[in-house]
Each structure stands twice: as C-alpha cells, then as structure tokens.
C-alpha cells in the first residue's frame, strides 16, 4: 500500500473537508476488489506500509451546503471540485493515495480522487458482477494433481474446492481462536476477529472470543469486535449490539466501563444488527431487529448525532426483507422531514427503500416512483445533489420491462446522465448504470440499449461519460444473462461495436472500461483483443482490470496468458491480484497451487512479497490453501502485517456466504454521500 502522510491527518483531509459547491469526503484511490485490508493507525498494512484511517472523534465536516443548481462558469460547465472537470472533492487530499501501489487518479495537478472514474462505482458492486466465490468452489478448468488426492483416485469424492466444515474445525479455526489468545498485533487481532465471525461455526465460542476482546483498551480492536459479532450473525448477539448501539449502561459495561460507548463503536453495532438480521433465518428475529433500527428513526432530534450511525442504520434496515413495509414507511418519513438539512444522510433513503422494493409489485414500485418524481418537481425545495444520486441509484432498482411507469423512469435517467450531467454529475454518472439495469430486464437490442451504445460511441460531449455508457451496457447484458437470456455473439451488435470502438480507443481509463463492459456481456470473440491490451496498456492503474475482463469473458484459451502475466507481476501486488482473480473466474485451479508454491520459496526476509501472496490468495483459496495459510498465521518469524492478512484470508477462504459482509453493505451504495466508517470497510481498517 501507498505510504501515507501521517495517517490520522490523512483522514482529517477526508472528513474535515472545506465544503463547496457539494464535495464530499472521498475514499481513497480503490485496491483491488479483495482482501479486506487490515489496517489501523501507524501500523505498516500491506506493500508501501499505510492506509488512512479515521481520527479518534467522529466526522468533522457537516455536510454539503448545496440547495441548488450550479450556473455553468464561462468556458465550461460547474462542477464539485474544478470548472468542468471530473467530480472531485474539494480541499487537499493525502499526498500519497491508495493502498495496493494504485496511483493518484487526478494527474499530476492533484486534487483529489476522481469520483467521476467508474472504478469507484466498481469497487463498491464487483461481488455481485463476479459471484467469484462460487467460482472458486467449483472443479471445472484446469485440475492439477495438487486439486486433491480424492479427485483423481475416486475414493472420496468432494462436492466442492470449498474448505469442508471438518477441515475448518480441524485448521482454520484453532490457528484463529490461538492467535486471539496469544497475538500481541492489534491488526492480527482485528483480522482473526473478522476471520472467525465470517466463518461463524462452533457460535458460542466464537461470541465468547468477540464479546471479550469488546472491553480490550485498544479502541480499534473494540471497533473491530463490534463489526465481528454482527458478521457471526447469531440471534444472541441481538441484546450486546443493541446495548452498543443505542449507549445504554450495558452497552459501557461491555466496553469495559467507560463513560459512554464510542460512536463509532455504536456505529459498527448499528451495521452489525442488519448483518446479523440478514443471517439469521427465523422471520421472528428479523423481525425484532428491524423493530429495533426503526425505533431511532421516528424518534426525532434525540437520535444520536453522529451521521456515520445514521447511514448504518438506514444500510442495516435494507438489509431485511420488509413484507410489512413498516421500515419503508419509516424510512419515508425520515426523508421527508430531515431532507432539506440532512444530505449526507438523506441521500442514502432512496436507494435503501428501492432495495427493500426491489421484488415488489408493480403498483408499489411505482408509488414510491411517483414520490420522487413529486420531489424532483417541487420547485419550492431544491432537491441536493447528493440526494440526486441517491435518487439515481434507486431508480434502476425500481423500474422494470413491462412496468407502466418504466418509460417515465427511463426518460428521466436520460436526462439525467445527459442533459444535466453539468449542472449534477454525481446523478449523471450513476445514471448510466440505472439505465443498463432497466434495459437488461428487456430483450438484447431494445431502445435503452441504443441509447447507450450511442453514447458510448460518441467522441464529444463528457469524456467519462464514453466509459459509463459501455459500462452500463455491459450491467445490461449481464441482467440479460442472469434472466437466462443467451447474448450470441453473432447477433449481439452491441458487443460487436464495443469491440471496435475498443480498438480505437487510447485513453487507458475508456480502454479498461469497455473491456470490463465486455466482459459482463460475455462478448467471448473480445478475447484476443483484450489480451492484446495486456501488453499494449502501459497505465498499470487501468491495466489491472483486464484480467478480470478476460476472466469473465470465459474463454478457457486465455488461461495461459493470464498465467504467464500473473507470473511476471512480482513486484506488481495489484496486477499479481487481479490476474489470480481471472484465473479463478475461469476456474483454473493452478493458480492456487503456484501461489503456494512461492509462498513456500520465499525466504523470512520477503516479508512484502509474502503478504502480496497471502493477500492474493484471499479471493482464488479454496481448501488447499488452509493449511499453509494456518501455518503462516502460527509462524512468528512471519511480519505482524503477514499474519494478519493470513487471518483476514483464511476468513475469505471458508467464508460460507457466496456475497461477503462488506459486499452486502456497499452494493448499490450511495458512494457520493460516503462515511468515515463505510471508507475504512473498503480502504483501511475493518
């Protein structure tokens, strides 16, 4: 990772922003979609030793002031950051961005990371693209003799490269619950914490372990075993949580007696309640939690103050299925009545209550359809912008083929991603997407599609603009494909012209996009084309993401390629994970075998490259690579930071959910309107 300048103050410059024209705190510059970092302040996490993490206090800027349209400066339009440039936070950013060696995203005149870029909207929603850990578990591809002794003489046959429960009981979790009880590294402690939550057998022991490291003096770990007892997910974690979230007597006991439960402790519970709430499978008990998230909601100005606790419970509540609608209402509500002064946190309702809608029936869709549509037009209140996006988001969840409101949605999108995009680009952008969802619930080819390819095929106009079109083509088919539509790719034109545009492209971040569209459309002739890039594209930042293209594309041919490239990416962590990661798509089953191999060479001194290899494990592990990561967890001779990227694989590895904890809570995020804890899921400390 990148090294940071000073690692408290780096955060100061994130949410302590100098607020104009609606800029928001940004995360920092994205890692590969992977291994949970571990992380914490001044403790060395990963290759360049450093990721921003938060101060001790909670948030320190209010909130967008914006309450209206931006008047287009001479010379080009407004927006946040610099006239007519990409949507950029204002203030000064760290000096040196982004874990995982990823470099600055706004030129040498930095000013700030560019939330204009697609690869923000990826790194909050590839899980749900990728389904990379059913991947994994699968056998088909390339089986080597190391895939396991019962594949090749039939005396055992497993159903699965996922780790068993026997073979976690037996591996993974004595060297987790060890090193809990014998680690002095806070980080390790964090990563075991989360390890054994996610894997969530032998319950009682594992709350034990969580609820005593809660009263730990270390207020990162304290944070870190408030999240962890919401990923376990069991019902008898429901009282601990709710008494840290809401600060009750019990809650500071459990802290160990201090004077009040810090926020962003009750914050992390909050999450923690809609995680539990999405594990547990007794409608009863989702029920009572919903019960519990809606209670601070109507309660007006007594709720806690920390708008970090807010967006949690507004995520946790659309978490659980709501058949009942009562945390829609609830939700609604609280729209309504904070909306004008509470951006930040207000632009996180709509997409929370269109994903409780999501499966509803049209008639319900449309009503609350109809409700924003009365918010957008109500000349009386300007709608804030961040709470645009929101809106943005939320309407790709709501509209479908067939639906009576579906073209009204769709016209509104339209001018939204074009027309204003201007006067509101962090709407405009996120527009793009919306549209590729609504146009893959109808057949390949329909009108929303031709609109987007038109867009992408265009040379004026917004340049990012190009590369969230094809993207949204590329959610379009994907749709499409998980509906059971077959995209051939003799008639699919879409994909055909993508594929020449490709070609014609320079600009590394539009040459990376429409590969990625690509491969969610499966387009299996693109193949050749992107392994060209792989040589050709010399921006290793925009580089990394072909891989991943290549290996949703499927085409078992490229294999060989990705694996000379993985080969040949020593020094290159995020290139190295990313190609692992393609391999694992296209469910080759040797990339874990030489990954273990190197981990095996490497000698105590590399301590760097050992945790390159650990951390690429995480997402293309299966079963063979639990012992070896046990191992490295118990060796002492091994860095701080190896362990505990060992502990953080080795829960990533014989995690049962095919969508992770974080996945669940940063899809269809509202990522303009961030917060300090939400950053730290993704970049820094959880």
């Not at 390819?453 to 094809?470: D, N, P, Q, T, Y």
Request: aromatic residues 6%; proline residues 8%; hydrophobic residues 40%.
């Amino acid at each position: 990772m990148a090294q940071s300048t000073g690692l408290d103050g780096a955060m100061e410059s994130f949410v302590g922003l100098r607020v104009t024209h609606g800029a928001f705190p940004p995360p920092p510059p994205p890692p590969p979609p992977g291994p949970e970092t571990p992380g914490g302040p001044g403790v060395p996490t990963g290759p360049g030793n450093g990721v921003p993490t938060g101060p001790s206090g909670g948030p320190k800027a209010p909130g967008p002031k914006y309450s209206g349209p931006v008047t287009p400066a001479p010379g080009g339009p407004a927006s946040p950051g610099r006239s007519g440039g990409p949507i950029t936070p204002a203030g000064t950013p760290p000096s040196t961005p982004g874990p995982r060696g990823m470099g600055p995203m706004t030129g040498p005149m930095d000013m700030g990371p560019n939330l204009e870029s697609w690869r923000y909207w990826w790194e909050f929603n590839w899980e749900r693209f990728l389904d990379l850990r059913t991947r994994v578990g699968q056998f088909d591809g390339v089986v080597t003799a190391r895939t396991g002794d019962e594949l090749l003489t039939g005396e055992s046959a497993r159903s699965s490269m996922a780790p068993t429960d026997a073979e976690i009981t037996e591996k993974a979790l004595p060297a987790l619950f060890e090193c809990l009880e014998k680690e002095t590294d806070r980080v390790a402690i964090c990563c075991a914490l989360r390890a054994v939550g996610r894997i969530g057998l032998e319950p009682a022991r594992t709350q034990a372990a969580i609820l005593n490291h809660l009263a730990s003096g270390d207020r990162r770990v304290v944070e870190t075993a408030a999240l962890a007892l919401g990923i376990l997910g069991q019902f008898d974690a429901v009282a601990p949580l709710r008494a840290l979230s809401e600060d009750t007597e019990d809650g500071r006991k459990i802290v160990g007696g201090r004077a009040e439960v810090p926020w962003r402790v009750r914050t992390l519970a909050t999450y923690g309640l809609g995680l539990t709430a999405l594990r547990v499978a007794n409608p009863h008990y989702k029920k009572r939690i919903q019960e519990i998230l809606i209670a601070p909601l109507l309660s007006g100005d007594r709720w806690n103050a920390q708008k970090d606790q807010r967006v949690a419970t507004i995520i946790a509540l659309s978490l659980i299925p709501d058949p009942e609608r009562r945390a829609v209402l609830a939700l609604q509500k609280y729209f309504q009545d904070h909306r004008d002064r509470e951006e930040w946190v207000t632009g996180h309702v709509p997409p929370a209550i269109a994903r409780l809608l999501q499966q509803a029936p049209a008639a319900e869709r449309g009503r609350y359809w109809l409700e924003i549509q009365r918010t957008l037009s109500d000349s009386a209140v300007k709608t804030p912008r961040l709470v645009r996006a929101g809106f943005a988001i939320a309407l790709g969840m709501l509209a479908q083929a067939e639906d009576p409101f579906e073209a009204e949605v769709t016209s509104l999108l339209k001018v939204m991603a074009d027309a204003e995009m201007s006067r509101f680009p962090e709407a405009g952008v996120l527009a793009w997407i919306s549209l590729g969802q609504i146009a893959g619930s109808f057949a390949p080819g329909n009108e929303i599609e031709r609109t987007l390819l038109e867009r992408a095929s265009l040379k004026g106009g917004r340049v990012s603009a190009r590369s969230w079109a094809a993207l949204g083509l590329g959610v379009a088919g994907f749709v499409q494909q998980m509906r059971g539509v077959a995209l051939e790719p003799q008639q699919d034109s879409a994909s055909r012209i993508l594929l020449e545009k490709l070609q014609e492209l320079r600009d590394p971040e539009h040459v990376s996009g429409f590969a990625m569209a690509l491969g969610l459309r499966r387009h299996a002739p693109s193949a050749p084309v992107i392994m060209g890039l792989l040589d050709s594209l010399r921006d290793e930042q925009f580089r990394a993401y072909l891989p991943v293209a290549l290996g949703l594309l499927g085409d078992g041919a490229t294999t060989t390629t990705l694996f000379s490239a993985m080969r040949g990416a020593k020094r290159q962590p995020t290139f190295l994970s990313y190609c692992a990661m393609g391999l694992a798509l296209l469910r080759s089953k040797v990339v874990v075998s030489n990954l273990l191999d190197d981990l095996t060479a490497l000698s105590s001194g590399a301590s760097q490259a050992q945790e390159w290899v650990v951390d690429a494990l995480a997402n293309v592990g299966d079963y063979r690579a639990v012992s070896a990561l046990a191992k490295v967890l118990r060796d002492e001779t091994r860095s701080a930071s190896c362990r505990a990227s060992a502990a953080t694989s080795i829960g990533q590895i014989c995690d049962r959910s095919a969508i992770s904890w974080k996945g669940n809570i940063t899809a269809q995020f509202n990522y303009m309107a961030t917060t300090e804890t939400v950053n730290d899921f993704l970049w820094g400390s959880y």
